[in-house]
């Protein structure tokens, strides 16, 4: 019996986990000293990215959204 809970909530956990991880996919450079970065969600079935157009401030990065999911896709 206890053998069976654990394995339902290591596979639940697992599922929830899988579902929302967000990963930052790709970092550029820009000729003027500006970056570009895109941040991708995974969802069950989906992936949504945005992008961001970055200063750097010291050992910080100033970020602003440039483009966002589509409507429709959320």
């Known amino acids: 019996m206890n ?3 654990i394995s339902i909530l290591v596979g ?3 599922l929830i986990a899988s579902g929302c991880s967000v990963a930052y996919s790709s970092i550029r ?3 003027d000293g500006t970056y570009l970065i895109t941040e991708s969600k995974s969802k069950f079935f ?3 990215g945005t992008m ?3 200063t750097a401030s010291g050992e ?3 970020c602003k ?3 966002l999911p589509s409507p429709k896709n959320r």
């Open 3 to 5: 053998r069976t809970i």
């Open 12 to 14: 639940a956990s697992l």
């Open 29 to 31: 450079q820009q000729a």
């Open 46 to 48: 989906k992936v949504q």
């Open 52 to 54: 961001y157009s970055c």
């Open 60 to 62: 910080s990065m100033d």
């Open 65 to 67: 959204v440039i483009a």
